[in-house]
């Protein structure tokens, strides 16, 4: 295990342990997510429904499924990527039914959690699914008006916007838009990659030339 790793794990089970907020108070499990490899991909929910908080993980039930299979399209699995959400503890109704986070509580849990999450992880490419998840890094910013767009947060991060899995299961119509952008996000991922590797090679290159100048010159 390696230092981020060792970190992310501490993290984790510090998030596992809070009670910050009242959602505590109503949760069966806390969600902290899951995580990939460091620099890659990490997708951004709202907040755990019945079935996240009932399992502890995110997108479960029908609409991780749909996620399953739109990384399953592009050659992802949820090993290949990082899955979180906002808000780690399910937000509910008086009468126990999913509901949408307010804005205070978006903000309290992010600012706590997801932040130091991000920061360990250093993703090269954030998709925020939906527009809670949207309005969490812009307050200000719809999905309408974005969607399929790459944005850049103040703190750096580059952001896919695209709309969560359940819309899509209620709005099938949406479908092969949904796809385009996945295909997208790959290329983006893709594109990113190859110019660290090219990189890579011209730093071996420059390492090799400046190495045989010096033989040349001893
Ligand atoms: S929602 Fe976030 S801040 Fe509130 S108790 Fe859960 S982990 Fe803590």
Redesign the pocket.
Same mark, same amino acid.
């Given at each position: 295990m390696n230092d981020v790793e060792d970190k992310l794990l501490e993290l984790t089970e510090e998030?596992k342990r809070?009670?910050?907020?009242h959602?505590?108070r109503g $949760?069966t499990n806390?969600v902290p997510g899951i995580y990939g490899p460091k620099n890659g991909i990490c997708f951004i929910g709202e907040a755990p429904g019945f079935f996240e908080d009932k399992q502890g993980l995110p997108f479960v039930g029908r609409s991780g499924k749909l996620l399953d299979n739109m990384l399953k399209e592009i050659g992802l699995t949820r090993r290949s990527v990082s899955i979180l959400n906002v808000?780690?503890?399910r937000p509910t109704t008086s009468d126990g039914k999913n509901r949408t986070p307010t804005e205070h509580?978006l903000k309290?849990?992010g600012e $706590?959690?997801l932040f130091k999450q991000l920061e360990l992880i250093k993703p090269k490419l954030i998709v925020t699914l939906g527009g809670i998840a949207l309005k969490f890094f812009f307050p200000k910013l719809s999905v309408t008006k974005t969607v399929g767009k790459v944005l850049k947060t103040k703190e750096g991060y580059k952001i896919f916007v695209t709309y969560h899995p359940a819309f899509i299961l209620r709005n099938y119509n949406l479908l092969e838009t949904y796809e385009k952008h996945f295909k997208e996000i790959n290329e983006i991922i893709r594109a990113k990659t190859n110019r660290i590797a090219t990189k890579g090679i011209e730093e071996k290159k420059s390492e090799k030339t400046q190495k045989s100048l010096m033989d040349f010159l001893i």
């Amino acid at each position: 295990m390696n230092d981020v790793e060792d970190k992310l794990l501490e993290l984790t089970e510090e998030i596992k342990r809070c009670t910050a907020c009242h959602l505590s108070r109503g $949760r069966t499990n806390v969600v902290p997510g899951i995580y990939g490899p460091k620099n890659g991909i990490c997708f951004i929910g709202e907040a755990p429904g019945f079935f996240e908080d009932k399992q502890g993980l995110p997108f479960v039930g029908r609409s991780g499924k749909l996620l399953d299979n739109m990384l399953k399209e592009i050659g992802l699995t949820r090993r290949s990527v990082s899955i979180l959400n906002v808000v780690k503890c399910r937000p509910t109704t008086s009468d126990g039914k999913n509901r949408t986070p307010t804005e205070h509580e978006l903000k309290f849990c992010g600012e $706590r959690w997801l932040f130091k999450q991000l920061e360990l992880i250093k993703p090269k490419l954030i998709v925020t699914l939906g527009g809670i998840a949207l309005k969490f890094f812009f307050p200000k910013l719809s999905v309408t008006k974005t969607v399929g767009k790459v944005l850049k947060t103040k703190e750096g991060y580059k952001i896919f916007v695209t709309y969560h899995p359940a819309f899509i299961l209620r709005n099938y119509n949406l479908l092969e838009t949904y796809e385009k952008h996945f295909k997208e996000i790959n290329e983006i991922i893709r594109a990113k990659t190859n110019r660290i590797a090219t990189k890579g090679i011209e730093e071996k290159k420059s390492e090799k030339t400046q190495k045989s100048l010096m033989d040349f010159l001893i």
